[in-house]
């Protein structure tokens, strides 16, 4: 049995539902080559998380960002995790 571990930076992006795969995919080339395998992903950062989805349909990225906007709006005035700035809303 064989390890593997590696920092791999992503794009930066504007609050909301994002695929990675794509950019997680292009940076362990070596993936192609496995048949069996287990990846650990850890997000260092303090306001982001990750969800795993199937994503047969891009509608539910659109409703999990809808449901979340409307629970957490990006604008509460007593939110005192401000040091990475606001939050850019893309549509």
């Known amino acids: ?19 990675i795969t ?11 080559d496995l048949e ?3 990846l650990h992903l ?7 998380s990750l969800t795993l989805n199937e994503n047969a349909d891009p509608d539910v990225r659109h409703d999990m960002d809808a449901f ?7 604008d509460l005035p007593y939110f005192r995790h401000t040091l990475e700035g606001p939050d850019v809303r893309v549509i």
């Open 36 to 38: 069996v395998g287990l």
């Open 42 to 48: 850890q997000l260092l950062h303090t306001s982001a």
């Open 68 to 74: 979340l906007r409307d629970l957490v709006p990006g």
């Open 22 to 32: 794509d950019e997680i995919t292009a940076a362990l080339p070596a993936l192609a």
């Open 1 to 19: 049995m064989s390890w593997h571990q590696q920092e791999i930076r992503l794009a930066p992006r504007a609050r909301g539902f994002h695929l």
